[in-house]
Every structure is written in structure tokens, then in C-alpha cells.
């Protein structure tokens, strides 16, 4: 699994306060949440609503939601974000990752069924 932060992509947390767009920067750049959140809200008194207020709403329309399902590889988030960036891209690999396996049981189907096979299996049992 990815652990390392320069790698780890920028996502809204799903469980934030606000939209989540905080707790995923605190997550992304591995700092404080409460500290971020004291910057944002001095920053906030200080410099006036408006400012701070469209940051944050852009920021919460352009961040994707981290995803729902917890990765168990790197494949697996791989495809995440390949499916994420071009659903057609995925599908396209998933085609041939279901085309491989296809040929790869045919083989094998051709080799069960194979006459030799059933006499190798004969000799080998006694019968």
C-alpha cells in the first residue's frame, strides 16, 4: 500500500467537518488538523469572509471524496485512479486483464480434455 505522503493523492476526507477539504490537506501533507483549522479560521477573521469562504467552496468542488472502499494493493489503486481519470482507459484494461484469464482457461480447458491427458491420469492411477 502507498504510505509514503509525496504519493499519496489530494482527496476531500469523507469524514470532515465541512465538506472534508481540511482534513484531507491535513491528511495529504501529514500535518495538524487543529493547527490547519486555527490557520484557516484566523485567516479568515483576518482577511474577511469572502476570500477564505470561495477558497474553501472551490477547493471542496474540485477535490475529489477520498474513495468509500480501502485498498488492499497497489493495483488496486492504480485502478482507482485510472477509473478515476478515464473510465474508458479502465474498462479498456480490464478487457484485457479478462481476455488473458480467458485464454489462459482455455489452455488449461484444452489440456484437461486432451486425450493424452486422460491417459497420463489412467497410468498414473493404476487403472
Do not use: C
Amino acid at each position: 500500500m502507498i504510505t509514503d505522503r509525496h504519493y499519496r493523492p489530494l482527496y476531500r476526507s469523507r469524514e470532515g467537518m465541512i465538506f472534508g477539504v481540511l482534513k484531507g490537506f491535513a491528511e495529504k501533507f501529514d500535518i495538524s488538523l487543529f493547527w490547519l483549522r486555527v490557520l484557516v479560521i484566523v485567516t479568515f477573521f483576518l482577511s474577511g469572509f469572502f476570500p477564505v469562504a470561495v477558497v474553501y467552496i472551490i477547493a471542496a468542488l474540485v477535490m475529489k471524496p477520498a474513495p468509500a472502499l480501502a485498498f488492499s494493493s497497489d493495483e488496486d489503486i492504480d485502478f482507482y485512479m485510472t477509473y478515476t481519470h478515464s473510465r474508458k482507459m479502465a474498462l479498456n484494461k480490464l478487457n484485457r486483464q479478462f481476455q488473458a484469464l480467458e485464454q489462459r482457461i482455455r489452455r488449461m480447458e484444452g489440456l484437461v480434455t486432451d486425450k493424452e491427458f486422460s491417459w497420463e491420469q489412467r497410468l498414473r492411477s493404476g487403472n
